[in-house]
T-cell receptor, first 112, second 113 residues
Framework: GESVGLHLPTLSVQEGDNSIINCAYSNSASDYFIWYKQESGKGPQFIID?????DKRQGQRVTVLLNKTVKHLSLQIAATQPGDSAVYFC???????????FGTGTKLQVIP | EAGVTQFPSHSVIEKGQTVTLRCDPI?????LYWYRRVMGKEIKFLLH????????ESGMPNNRFLAERTGGTYSTLKVQPAELEDSGVYFC???????????FGEGSWLTVV
């Protein structure tokens, strides 16, 4: 079936540097994408979303880029902080009922 | 405003026993979802309620799992009888009707021994 997946299972970044987390999706009909952050022992927390009619969207210290040609999604975190350490999931919202399909997750480790 | 709350936060049961997980969605959210993550795997969709009706239960693994949402408020997910492979974390989430942001609870961590 269609799926959403991640390239890198673990990413280590020096505090203050920028982080880039990548995600590939296979369903060319996907039209809405979300990034979630999950801290240890907690549930996924919404970070930012993007629709397929956009290729870039910015939030506070985060930017999501969407390349529909190669079906690739990325999350950029500026000036990474220790509090950014978590597992990041990209997800596709599909089915017309806001059903979310998750990728496998990337663990971000921030080195002080 | 209270977020999505789940109970219990942690549960350890023996194989063959029954466990019931409860989820209280954000007040006013018609959509309620159950997801789970078993060891080493991604978070998987189980089912979706719109108010008290099951909109999509395509992710339910087998008939040992029963979800209910009587009255369209809180929901329960019962596993009977529990098997070792059911161990994992069960997430509940909710969203407003026609809204796109889905808010997750902290999860119920289930260990079957």
């Amino acid at each position: 079936g269609e799926s959403v997946g991640l390239h890198l299972p673990t990413l280590s970044v020096q505090e203050g540097d920028n982080s880039i987390i990548n995600c590939a999706y296979s369903n060319s009909a996907s039209d809405y994408f979300i990034w979630y952050k999950q801290e240890s022992g907690k549930g996924p927390q919404f970070i930012i979303d993007i629709r397929s009619n956009m290729d870039k969207r910015q939030g506070q210290r985060v930017t999501v880029l969407l390349n529909k040609t190669v079906k690739h999604l990325s999350l950029q975190i500026a000036a990474t902080q220790p509090g950014d350490s978590a597992v990041y999931f990209c997800a596709e919202n599909s089915g017309g009922y806001q059903k979310v399909t998750f990728g496998t997750g990337t663990k971000l480790q921030v080195i002080p | 405003e209270a977020g999505v709350t789940q109970f219990p936060s942690h549960s350890v049961i023996e194989k063959g026993q029954t466990v019931t997980l409860r989820c209280d969605p954000i007040s006013g959210h018609d959509n309620l979802y159950w997801y789970r993550r078993v060891m080493g795997k991604e978070i998987k969709f189980l089912l979706h309620f719109v108010k008290e009706s099951k909109q999509d239960e395509s992710g339910m693994p087998n008939n040992r799992f029963l979800a209910e949402r009587t009255g369209g408020t809180y929901s329960t997910l019962k596993v009977q009888p529990a098997e070792l492979e059911d161990s994992g974390v069960y997430f509940c989430a909710s969203s407003q009707n026609h809204g796109n942001t889905i808010y997750f609870g902290e999860g119920s961590w289930l260990t079957v021994v």
